[in-house]
């Protein structure tokens, strides 16, 4: 079965610092915190180590505690690593997917937004080969017992994790803010592809029949962050 603790060294590749950035989407619930993000010296933070102000409120809510802006900035790396597990890797049963690199980009569009889509997504490939299962957007035991059924074996498992890839991108493509963040969220979701894809020991270029889209994901990541 998956387990968390291995995406969390990962994870702190990408995060780890304050985001006042006005233009993140975060932003519209900020923390009563400012000046601790040195580019925007006069706007509250919204997100410290890649959890926002909002996703903190419903962690406090759920231990329970109070949340404050002081408790917020001062989050230790031990609540970091609990709200991940509590709120990201619980919300898809992570613990109970067979697969690592599912369980991890399904974990990756809890933390990055856009869940629900992904699990559609997911649902509607699976519903395609037969699962009799609802696109309801609900990461449930039907879908879960379906997943785990359909990538019982290698090459179903590299067919689904490159399918997430490109819907994951698709959706990120999708949104008002991806014109500034798009490098850095196409590398993401490259790195957690080929992550997934190591877990089952083939290396990269051993598919020849990776979708259209998923090459484009390598090719436009390397433009990108070229030209950013």
């Keep these: 079965m998956a387990n968390y603790r291995k995406i969390l060294e990962h ?19 900020s923390s009563p915190v400012a000046g ?28 329970p505690f109070l949340a404050t802006g002081k408790n917020f900035v001062e989050m230790t790396l031990a609540q970091w690593e609990d709200l991940l597990k509590t709120l990201y890797w619980d919300a898809v049963l992570g613990d109970k997917i067979q697969s690592q690199g599912i369980a991890e980009n399904l974990f990756e569009a809890v933390w990055g937004g856009g869940l629900r889509r992904l699990v559609i997504d997911l649902q509607t ?8 299962i609802e696109a309801d957007g609900a990461f449930g035991p039907k879908t879960l017992a379906a997943v785990n059924s359909y ?78």
């Design 36 to 63: 601790l993000d040195k580019r925007y010296p006069t706007y509250p933070v919204h997100t410290y180590r890649g959890v926002t102000w909002r996703t903190w409120k419903e962690y406090a809510r759920r231990k």
């Design 125 to 132: 490939f699976l519903i395609a080969r037969g699962y009799k």
């Design 151 to 228: 990538a019982s074996n290698q090459t179903a498992e590299r067919t689904l994790i490159d399918y997430l890839a490109a819907k994951r991108l698709e959706y990120l493509q999708g949104l008002d803010d991806w014109w500034k963040y798009r490098a850095g969220w196409s590398r993401r979701v490259k790195e957690v592809r080929d992550r997934a894809i190591s877990y089952i020991g083939e290396t990269l270029n051993e598919n020849p029949e990776l979708p259209i889209a998923v090459i484009g994901l390598a090719i436009g990541t390397y433009l990108l962050v070229k030209n950013a």
């Design 11 to 29: 994870v702190k590749t990408f995060e780890g610092g304050y985001s006042a950035d006005p233009v993140d989407n975060a932003s519209r619930d």
